[in-house]
Each structure stands twice: as structure tokens, then as C-alpha cells.
T-cell receptor, first 112, second 112 residues
Framework: DTAVSQTPKYLVTQMGNDKSIKCEQNLGHDTMYWYKQDSKKFLKIMFS???????INETVPNRFSPKSPDKAHLNLHINSLELGDSAVYFCASTQTGQETQYFGPGTRLLVL | AQSVTQPDIHITVSEGASLELRCNYSYGATPYLFWYVQSPGQGLQLLLK??????LVQGIKGFEAEFKRSQSSFNLRKPSVHWSDAAEYFCAVGFGGNKLVFGAGTILRVKS
């Protein structure tokens, strides 16, 4: 009964490939996020969706495309992967007005 | 601009000693304040949060934090550190709109 889950946990791929990461939450929340944690462990928000609608879109290359099929799922598709995309990607969720975000276990992406 | 500062990149304490991790923020009003912990290879776990009311908040694993408005600080404390507390600790601040800004993190090492 994991609250926020991500798949895969690890992803190793070659430069130029396209890959997707999936996130699901069973907390009944209406808002979900993608964060990127770089090699220096700095966490930065990338996107946020509220009820399937994009509400936060930080300065992220348009090779990154989030998709929310329903409010319990938020996927991240990355085209033409680059070495600099290597990072840990965290999904999080919250309920509007509650402010507290709950994080998934992370997806460790390594681009070779 | 809104910002979060964790001045200490690394802290080493002896097992059984007390701990204080510092967090300062820059914002004109009182934000929402959080501490998260990340064990190696793991996701982010919420330790505690402050929204309003009593400025000393208790969290899980014996941690507490105190909000000091005059110093724009939200320092994390624990009276007696255990070896299992070794991890990276992130202060996060919500400035409204369900968006969190994270500090750079403090790595805690515990020596026996």
C-alpha cells in the first residue's frame, strides 16, 4: 500500500534514446509534481499538475513532456536523452490547500 | 526573491550527542516550513512541518524544530543522535500555491 510509487526505480540508457517514467499515488490527492535532483543533491521542481491540468512549468527543455491521464497518475516522457539528464527524478503529490507534499522513492536515471 | 539556505553542507556528530541543523529563508510573510530526510538511495520522508501556532513542532524519530520569525529560521534539533540518523536532511519552504523550494541539504554523519 505504497502512497506514491514510481517505475522504474533505475533506468540506464544511451544518449539520444527516448524514455518514460511513471508515477502513481493512492492518497486521493489532486496535485502531482516532478522534481529533479542533480548530482549535487539539489532538488528543483520541474512540473506540477492539478486535476490533470498543468499548473507549474519551470524552465525545462521541451524534450521533457509530462502527461497526466488522471489525477492519480503523472508520467514524464523524455526525448533525445542527454548526458546532463542523468539525475534522480522524484514524483510527489499533495491535496490543494494542504501544502504538505509526499514523495515517491525516486527514479535513478543514468544516461551513457 | 524567495530562497532557502542551509548553511552547513556537512555535519558530523558523535552518537548520543545533540544535533542542530540550520535553515533560513527569505520571504516577506510566514511561509509553510518542512524538514525532509533522505537516506542513501532512498526517497524523501517528511520529518515535520510548521504552518502556524506553537513555534516548536515535534516530528517523527525524535526530531523537533523551532520556527523563529525574527530570524527567519526553522532549525531542526534532536537531543540524542542515533547512528541510524545518518542521512541527508532537506529544509523546504512553501511560499504558497502548493510550490516548495528546497535548501541544498545538509549531510549528517554520525560517528560511534
Amino acid at each position: 500500500d505504497t502512497a506514491v510509487s514510481q517505475t522504474p526505480k533505475y533506468l540506464v540508457t544511451q544518449m539520444g534514446n527516448d524514455k518514460s517514467i511513471k508515477c502513481e499515488q493512492n492518497l486521493g490527492h489532486d496535485t502531482m509534481y516532478w522534481y529533479k535532483q542533480d548530482s549535487k543533491k539539489f532538488l528543483k521542481i520541474m512540473f506540477s499538475y492539478n486535476n490533470k491540468e498543468l499548473i507549474i512549468n519551470e524552465t525545462v527543455p521541451n524534450r521533457f513532456s509530462p502527461k497526466s491521464p488522471d489525477k492519480a497518475h503523472l508520467n514524464l516522457h523524455i526525448n533525445s536523452l542527454e548526458l546532463g539528464d542523468s539525475a534522480v527524478y522524484f514524483c510527489a503529490s499533495t491535496q490543494t490547500g494542504q501544502e504538505t507534499q509526499y514523495f515517491g522513492p525516486g527514479t535513478r536515471l543514468l544516461v551513457l | 526573491a524567495q530562497s532557502v539556505t542551509q548553511p552547513d553542507i556537512h555535519i558530523t556528530v558523535s552518537e548520543g550527542a545533540s544535533l542542530e541543523l540550520r535553515c533560513n529563508y527569505s520571504y516577506g510573510a510566514t511561509p509553510y516550513l518542512f524538514w525532509y530526510v533522505q537516506s542513501p538511495g532512498q526517497g524523501l520522508q517528511l520529518l515535520l512541518k510548521y504552518f502556524s501556532g506553537d513555534t516548536l513542532v515535534q516530528g517523527i524519530k525524535g526530531f523537533e524544530a523551532e520556527f523563529k520569525r525574527s530570524q527567519s529560521s526553522f532549525n531542526l534539533r534532536k537531543p540524542s543522535v542515533h547512528w541510524s540518523d545518518a542521512a541527508e536532511y532537506f529544509c523546504a519552504v512553501g511560499f504558497g500555491g502548493n510550490k516548495l523550494v528546497f535548501g541544498a541539504g545538509t549531510i549528517l554523519r554520525v560517528k560511534s
